[in-house]
């Protein structure tokens, strides 16, 4: 088996972490109805997530860095196997709380791994491709993972999306075992080599912009479902439509988010990514209880929400290229931390304010990352408009 076929096994494995992330916001409501909890705690679903994988994949990376990297992606597999198999099983709220703290930390493992062993194997001056590969399948669970999750928890059960990432997670481990090569772990980065660039005021505002720019972001669509079923009225058949579009949409503006870049620079790609994230958000507020305006809406705030990504994580590289790892994995932690935050943040608002104020507010959230890029990224008269391949980032 060719290089580049074993990088696409490598990615349809995180394009089955990431439907396990990010099918919770498709299902939320069919989760609070089942377990007879509210839309809120179920919600917090995606808060214990978030939290785990952000605090619970550095310290297990550090702790297995001289593992064998093969070894370590089949027993970070079989952990997630078998928090997949606990969620279609076992009963109630506190139990699946339980299977999605170990799917979390099975979760984060395989993703990181993954894009190691991704890098270790491509051809040289190849690498950056294999990891943008390796990403690509995150992003398209949100295109295709979402909406068919959707669909199959409305035919059957949502339990059954669980139990059937658990076959698949099995089926993985077997093709993992006999087509990936074994690859020598790294040794071990120091706590206090990684902690020492958070010295460092920009680049502790940079993760700022992440942290609001995504925190906003899951505010939202943390509720997405129940905010379009319930405020905008949309049917069932309707909403897997729109999911649907919102994950091609997600797509798009990520390519086109690194095209920006290179040919426009961080700053302009940024600023314009965000601010149309904010109106988007704004608008959707505005034209939320009608279906025929909120449709194409989703689209246009899946793109700009998503173009801002591969420009972030270009733009942190760049600060420190010779922490890149470093600085990507401290970035993948904040964002999985501002995911937390927006979920619970949502729960708070949805409880006290009411669940059509989600989309406002995310855009409020958005709009204090706006305020960072301003001072902090604007180039000098003497910065080169151009910023490279992030793309391949």
Not at 316 to 343: K, Y
Request: no cysteine; charged share 10%.
């Amino acid at each position: 088996m060719s290089k580049g076929w074993k990088i696409y096994i490598l990615a349809l494995i995180s394009f089955l972490v990431g439907t396990s992330e990010y099918i919770i916001a498709g299902i939320l409501d069919k989760i609070s109805a089942s377990l007879a909890i509210s839309v809120v705690a179920a919600g917090q679903l995606i808060t214990v997530f978030s939290l785990v994988y952000a605090l619970g994949t550095p310290v297990l990376i550090a702790l297995t860095a001289r593992w064998e990297r093969r070894k370590l992606l089949l027993f970070a597999l079989g952990l997630f196997v078998i928090a997949n198999v606990f969620a279609y099983a076992l009963p109630g709220y506190g139990l699946f709380i339980a299977a999605r703290i170990l799917m979390a930390l099975g979760a984060g493992v395989v993703v990181v791994t993954a894009l190691t062993v991704a890098a270790k194997i491509a051809p040289q001056g190849k690498q950056a491709s294999a990891i943008a590969t390796v990403v690509m399948g995150l992003t398209a669970s949100l295109i295709v993972g979402v909406p068919v999750g959707r669909m199959i928890a409305a035919a059957y059960d949502w339990k059954v999306v669980f139990g059937g990432i658990g076959v698949l997670g099995l089926l993985a481990m077997l093709i993992i075992s006999l087509t990936i090569p074994k690859t020598e772990g790294d040794a071990p980065i120091p706590f206090r080599e990684q902690v020492a660039l958070l010295k460092r005021p920009k680049i502790v505002l940079s993760l700022l912009v992440s942290f609001f720019w995504l925190g906003g972001y899951s505010l939202a669509y943390t509720y997405i479902a129940p905010y379009l079923l319930t405020v905008s009225g949309m049917n069932e058949s309707t909403l897997n439509a729109a999911l649907l579009a919102f994950g091609i949409a997600s797509l798009i503006g990520s390519k086109l988010g690194g095209y920006s870049t290179d040919r426009w620079g961080v700053y302009r790609t940024l600023m314009s990514g965000m601010i149309l994230h904010i109106v988007t958000l704004l608008l959707i507020s505005l034209a939320a209880h009608s279906t025929v305006f909120v449709f194409p809406l989703l689209i246009l705030w899946s793109f700009a929400a998503w173009s801002s990504g591969p420009t972030q994580q270009y733009h942190l590289v760049t600060m420190a290229p010779e922490s890149s790892g470093i600085m990507l994995s401290l970035n993948s932690s904040v964002m999985q931390l501002s995911m937390a935050a927006g979920a619970g943040i949502g729960g708070i608002i949805i409880d006290g304010i009411s669940l059509d104020s989600v989309t406002w507010i995310g855009g409020f959230v958005v709009a204090i990352a706006l305020t960072i890029i301003f001072p902090v990224y604007r180039p000098s008269s003497s910065t080169s408009v151009r910023a490279g391949k992030a793309h391949q980032v």
